[in-house]
């Protein structure tokens, strides 16, 4: 009795399995319809163990080559055009990186290296028409300084190593954080809305 209630447990899981891959099939076929036109295909999971049914219902798929799984880390990155605008913030903060203590009277702190290769790190993460506009200065305090000042709006950005502190004017309203963690999404954002 033992056997076949082990043997009945299987079938069931069995049963679910291919279930659910044939739902994971339809749905994904339902949605990409035109699959055989497609070059490429990218698709985020948040549950690990349900990759191998994805990856079985993907192969099972007519005109699907090869079904290539990579971790997070593996992605590739959005490549982003980077013009005159990234060049002269790029260079600007790797001029700005060699200055050395007392570079502004003898309180005057070098630049913090870590503020200057996190900003270089969203740098390379930011669309060009984001950039306009845009001026590095360096801080007394070791910080780096982004100014803006465009037609619409008036905005400043101290990047330490840890914090962003920054304000913008934007259609009469003012906004102000002192000190949001410097991250490249926080950055990314901070221009989004001064430009958006």
């Not at 290539?68 to 990234?86: C, I, N």
């Not at 200055?99 to 870590?114: F, H, R, Y």
């Not at 590095?136 to 101290?158: E, R, W």
């Given at each position: ?6 043997d009945f447990g299987k079938r069931q899981r069995k049963k679910q399995k291919n279930f659910a891959e ?165 950055l990314l954002s901070i221009l989004e809305r001064v430009h958006g």
């Amino acid at each position: 009795m033992g056997k076949s209630y082990e043997d009945f447990g299987k079938r069931q899981r069995k049963k679910q399995k291919n279930f659910a891959e044939s739902e994971i099939s339809c749905n994904f076929a339902q949605k990409v319809k035109n699959i055989s036109d497609m070059a490429q295909l990218l698709v985020t999971v948040s549950d690990n163990a349900q990759l191998p049914h994805l990856r079985t219902a993907i192969r099972q798929l007519r005109g699907v080559e090869q079904v290539a799984m990579l971790r997070k880390m593996d992605v590739p990155r959005k490549v982003l055009t980077q013009g005159k605008a990234h060049k002269e913030l790029l260079e600007r903060a790797e001029s700005l990186g060699k200055l050395a203590e007392g570079w502004d009277g003898s309180d005057s702190k070098a630049i913090a290296p870590q503020s200057i290769r996190k900003f270089k790190t969203a740098l390379g993460k930011v669309e060009e028409k984001l950039l306009q506009g845009w001026v590095l200065f360096p801080d007394a305090h070791g910080y780096l300084y982004l100014d803006y000042t465009g037609s619409n709006a008036v905005a400043g950005i101290t990047m330490t190593g840890e914090r962003l502190i920054y304000f913008f004017k934007k259609d009469g309203k003012t906004v102000k954080n002192d000190g949001a963690a410097f991250t490249t999404r926080n950055l990314l954002s901070i221009l989004e809305r001064v430009h958006g």
